[in-house]
Nanobody, 125 residues
Framework: VQLQASGGGLVQAGGSLRLSCAAS????????MAWFRQAPGKEREFVAV????????YYADSVKGRGTISRDNAKNTVYLHMNSLKPEDTAVYYC???????????????????WGQGTQVTVSS
């Protein structure tokens, strides 16, 4: 599956944005979809995950209550809506896909087989 992330940009602290990740090549609904982010000099970290039909979602503590992951299987697209953005949310955001969901390991980037190219989010103070 090929993934194309978009929607990043420069946002003021307290603002919001919606990232999109369009998938092509395989049956989108067969994949668990996740968002990760990586700030300069830091490791890639988990942000959120959504299961095949959207029945389950999980979030990193750092975005819980501020982020919402959703998917539209008819449009082969997963979204990440973030509000109350903080400067520490500044990072390159990546979408990722995995064919198998692990309730104990969904936050490990190594288990995801497919990655988008990333979209930069910069939050100014």
């Amino acid at each position: 599956v090929q993934l194309q992330a978009s929607g990043g940009g420069l946002v003021q602290a307290g603002g919001s944005l919606r990232l999109s990740c369009a998938a092509s090549g395989q049956t989108f609904s067969s994949y668990v979809m996740a968002w990760f982010r990586q700030a300069p000099g830091k490791e890639r970290e988990f942000v959120a995950v959504i299961t095949y039909s959207g029945g389950l979602t999980y979030y990193a503590d750092s975005v819980k209550g501020r982020g919402t992951i959703s998917r539209d299987n008819a449009k082969n697209t997963v979204y990440l809506h973030m509000n109350s953005l903080k400067p520490e949310d500044t990072a390159v955001y990546y979408c990722a896909a995995d064919a198998l969901f692990s309730s104990s390991n969904y936050g490990n980037p190594r288990r995801y087989d497919y990655w988008g190219q990333g979209t930069q989010v910069t939050v100014s103070s």
